[in-house]
Nanobody, 127 residues
Framework: QVQLVESGGGLVQAGGSLRLSCAAS????????MGWFRQVLGKEREFVAG????????TYEDSVKGRFTISRDNAKNMVYLQMNSLKPEDTAVYYC????????????????????WGQGTQVTVSS
């Protein structure tokens, strides 16, 4: 059974930074792509960033490119999302997710490609 636990959310002013962490209990963690998604109440969950099994490939949603950075530490079973230059529109619940679609030449970027999910952590950016 895979468990994902997010941490690091909170309240920050616009222009500030936060670092989200996700601890994974999965065996062979280094064989699975990982992703971050976010959801605003009443809206669909959207992809934010994804990273390949070994961290060699990353992909980002357009609105966060240049501001957010996804990374992973396979030795610690951790994935991170460094968020800089935060904007009020980044306010959402952020979810960590694990994809079973390993070995692909691209990083999964839709929620249908991710099988396990954390419970989420709230990020609120004030203006």
């Amino acid at each position: 059974q895979v468990q994902l636990v997010e941490s690091g959310g909170g309240l920050v002013q616009a222009g500030g930074s936060l670092r989200l962490s996700c601890a994974a209990s999965a065996r062979a963690f280094n064989t699975y792509p990982m992703g971050w998604f976010r959801q605003v109440l009443g809206k669909e969950r959207e992809f934010v960033a994804g990273i390949s099994e070994n961290g060699g490939r990353t992909t980002y949603e357009d609105s966060v490119k240049g501001r957010f950075t996804i990374s992973r530490d396979n030795a610690k079973n951790m994935v991170y999302l460094q968020m800089n230059s935060l904007k009020p529109e980044d306010t959402a619940v952020y979810y960590c997710a694990l994809s079973l679609d390993n070995g692909r030449p691209y990083v999964p970027d839709t929620e249908y490609e991710y099988y396990y999910w954390g419970q989420g952590t709230q990020v609120t950016v004030s203006s």
